[in-house]
């Protein structure tokens, strides 16, 4: 078992001295009842002392342990046992009972139990729970310097100069999608189509081949027309991403490359210099996807 060491609920009348009342008693029951309940001489609860309690000729109290698995009822009376000024006091609780109050999820308990030292004045609240819920309330607002502004951003890298996760999000800028249609006008015998995805995130897009482009051509160079690609996603200059194409029916290692006029072109050598044999299918698998900046 564990022990506390009792102290006076509340204040006692003293005499002219300072002292407590000489001959006081202090009387110890169960909470709720008259039935007495034993306290101790010693922290290991090992000696119980007489029940009341009485203090010495100058009104001073030996020291009391209480048992921390129990709660207790206290009176404090002068020696004839009229009862002080404020007493009894029921239901004095146990270091254990205020471990469970404060360990509780009910309404008035829990972090409601612990005040908070506030010298910045941050708060309106004076307790732990509402504090957290005027923080709460600040994070979920979409009102200026609220919300993201609120929540500090750790950036080991240094990818940004902002501090907070809303001016980081600035810095990301808006994210927008669409698609286009590339028309390769050059080199297929045909005029084959392929639809193209994009997603553009502040300066960077991500685009993707929604669907395989295979088609008979007769020609080492294959490009859709200028302009095809959305002019909001076209590269700062060419850009070159390595993809599986397609040469004279057989699937090989190739490039795709973007243009800043908004052309695409395959080629089939790392080089980017066509490549192609001039007959049989060629094209690119679809869910081929290439990452690059817009500015």
Do not use: C
């Amino acid at each position: 078992m564990a022990a506390t060491l009792f102290k006076l609920p509340k204040v006692i009348v003293f005499d002219t001295n300072a002292a407590l009342e000489s001959g006081a008693k202090a009387n110890f029951y169960i909470t709720g009842t008259s039935t007495r309940q034993n306290t101790y001489t010693d922290k290991a609860l090992t000696t119980p002392h007489d029940n009341p309690v009485v203090a010495d000729a100058n009104g001073v109290f030996a020291p009391i342990y209480l048992d921390d698995t129990l709660n207790y009822k206290v009176d404090i009376t002068d020696a004839l046992d009229a009862s002080l000024s404020g007493y009894p006091v029921d239901d004095l609780a146990s270091l254990s009972s205020l471990v469970v109050d404060l360990a509780s999820t009910a309404n008035a308990k829990g972090a409601s139990l612990i005040g908070i030292e506030d010298t910045a004045t941050n708060f309106i609240s004076t307790d732990v729970e509402a504090a957290l819920a005027e923080i709460y309330t600040d994070i979920a607002s979409t009102d200026n310097a609220l919300g993201a502004s609120l929540m500090g951003l750790e950036d080991t890298a240094a990818g940004f100069t902002a501090t907070t996760v809303e001016a980081a999000l600035a810095e990301i800028g808006p994210i927008t999608t669409g698609s286009f249609t590339a028309t390769w006008t050059t080199g297929f015998t045909t005029t084959p189509t392929s639809n193209m995805i994009w997603t553009r995130f502040g300066n960077w897009v991500m685009l993707i081949a929604q669907t395989t482009l295979t088609a008979t051509s007769d020609a080492a160079t294959l490009s859709t027309a200028a302009g095809d690609m959305t002019a909001a996603i076209r590269p700062l200059g060419e850009t070159f991403h390595v993809v599986p194409v397609k040469d004279n029916g057989s699937w090989q290692f190739g490039m795709i490359e973007l243009d800043n006029n908004g052309q695409i072109t395959i080629h089939a050598d790392a080089a980017g210099s066509g490549g192609f044999t001039s007959s049989g299918d060629k094209g690119f698998r679809s869910n081929s996807h290439f990452i690059y900046r817009v500015a």
